[in-house]
């Protein structure tokens, strides 16, 4: 037990902090780290005057503050000018080209996460404090020595401040929530919030036991490290044992900026964090001293914002709609809020329990969620702002379309209209049947079938292909004309040849989705042999159970089905599978296979596409019952857990070459 001893445990354990934390390459087993560690505490404890304020054991927390300290910015912590599209990208660039012809910038992820400012004086962390109000912030600096990816200790002479953003990795975050649901607590609503919180701790065991992370992105003196460009910058920062991400890029032109912002759209969703945007700053120092600052933000830089997948609205009523099998979903009626760039005005609410799970009443400020084409939905009410006006919600006992007595299943959350002749019911059956996953009839949208359906025109699937018997009726039809009513023609004519999954999935058949049509019709090759299929026949195909057979058997059974099927027969729809059968000789056949990460050479769908194809099971998480991922760049959660599973791995260039493609 000698002081030798511990600083070699200093040093090694620093090591082997960066090697994991910071490079994400250990050289070592957690249970070799912990016995090191053991050991360093066992010697700090027996000689507490040994101790110092770079030592590893300073990361486990214990430090209990009353209250937190105000520390003033050296020099102002500034926050960036937000734009949100294209042309206020372009704009940008015109501003910055007036001042400095032909600029170059440097374009990074915006970390959705809290600000942070680290000082050092001599290679040891003095201090770290929040942005506060810009000018003066609050010292978390014992918090920040628990997160194992900031140095306590750099090899830099002198004072050095570098600025970044703490942050809470999504991993940390749902472990996190799973355990404050197992203790009764409210959740953390998102990854920042979640950093913020646990940064804001009194006692730093709190924050030390919440997974946080961070990346440096800035140094507000650069003339200390000798740096004449904000490139320069990052790379002396990664020198000194900062995390910097790696998610960069320098761009001569603003158009490399955007294609860069569009990148980071794609692969937003497959990061291990949460981004909220793409900075963009000239990348010369001199440049920007010489565009300077307005009274609050830097002109030589400014953030370009995503839009936004969580606001919130006022809900203002509550109403219901039918789908195709006759599922009644109640609906929020909000006040218009603009959400992932869309208008939205409706969100569903998925079903009766999911209400009241929820407590959401109508009256309610409500937070809604949109996630790419996803349909926006009800995330939670906010409790908080209530006034007492507010109304719970009531489930209606009868059809609003019909008026027939609703049916709840056992073991189901959704009530159900049972009326076969339900208006809504058939029209929804009739737009399903024509949408582009299904019969993709062009021209036959939403509107215009309720329109015919109205004027009496269609009232099943059938009668689209006798709408050609009203032409002159059509024609005559406000808004349509000769043209919209010859390419409609052309569609429905067209859609009798498509092949057999297509029809499959346009019937409507309960549970039997895209995915699921194309793997009953690919077995099957005709509508007769699958609806001639025995139970056990069905059972063995790969996600074929109970339910699917029992759906299928139901749908034979009503006599109306088998009549529809006749006449669509008649009317001369193609009822055989007309995809070339891959081989299954293809070295993916028969495997379960994830797709993740950003892919450079095609894109995710061709990949599915044609993994599908070749009788590949395509699925979206990775499982025991996974035999391969397929990995793009930065592929996140998928990636690390298919390690953990010891699932066989293969990069994009491993996959086309394979392929031969």
Known sequence: ???????????????????????????????EYDTLMDELIHIEQAHPEWQTPDSPSQRIGGQVLDGFRKITHTRPMMSLGDIFNEEEVMDFDRRITQTIPNPEYIAELKLDGLSVSLVYDEGYLQYAATRGDGTIGEDITHNVKTIKSIPLKINFDGPLEVRGEIIMPRASLNKLN?????????????????????????????????????YLYHVPEPAQIGAHTHEECLLKMKELGFKVNPHIIKAKTITEVWDFINQAAEMRDSLPYDIDGIVIKVNDLASQERLGFTAKVPKWAIAYKFPAEEVITKLKDIVFTIGRTGQITPNAVLNPVRVAGSLVQRATL?????????????????????????????????????????????????????GEPLSRKENEAAYYCLNEACDSKVIEKIIHFASRDAMNIDGLG????????????????????????????????????????????????????????????????????AKMADTLAKEFKTLDQLLDASYAKLTSIRDVGDTICENLANYKRNPKNMETIAHLKEL??????????????????????????????????????????????????????????????????????????????????????????
């Open 1 to 31: 037990m000698t002081i030798e001893r511990l600083n070699e445990l200093k040093e090694l354990l620093n090591k082997y902090n960066y090697e994991y934390y910071v490079q994400d390459q250990p050289t070592v087993s957690d249970q």
């Open 178 to 214: 799973e355990a404050r649901r197992k203790d009764g607590l409210q959740e953390f609503a998102n990854c920042r919030n979640a950093a913020a919180g646990s940064v804001r701790q009194l006692d730093s065991r709190v924050a030390a036991s919440r997974g946080l992370d961070a």
């Open 350 to 402: 998925h079903n009766e329990d999911n209400i009241k799970k929820k407590d959401i009443r109508i009256g309610d400020d409500v937070i809604i969620r949109k996630a790419g084409d996803v349909i926006p939905e009800v995330v939670r009410s906010l409790k908080e702002r209530r006034t007492g006006s507010e109304r719970p919600f009531e489930m209606i006992k009868v059809c609003p379309t019909c």
């Open 446 to 513: 939403d509107r215009i079938i309720e329109q015919f359906y109205s004027l009496g025109l269609i009232s099943s699937i059938e009668d689209i292909y006798h709408l050609k018997e009203h032409e002159q009726e059509i024609i005559d039809i406000e808004g349509f004309g000769r043209k919209s009513m010859d390419n409609m023609i052309e569609a429905i004519e067209k859609s009798k040849e498509n092949s057999l999954e297509k029809l499959l999935f346009g019937l409507g058949i309960r549970g039997i989705g």
């Open 572 to 661: 001369g729809l193609n009822m055989t599978y007309l995809k070339e059968v891959a081989s299954v000789d293809n070295p993916f056949s028969g495997l379960t296979i994830v797709v993740t990460g950003t892919l450079e050479h095609m894109k995710r769908k061709e990949i599915k596409d044609y993994l599908s194809a070749h009788n590949a099971n395509v699925t979206g998480s990775v499982s025991k019952k996974t035999d391969l991922v397929i990995v793009g760049k930065d592929p996140g959660s998928k990636y690390d857990k298919a390690m953990s599973l010891n699932i066989r791995i293969m990069n994009e260039e491993e996959f086309l070459e394979v392929a031969d493609l």
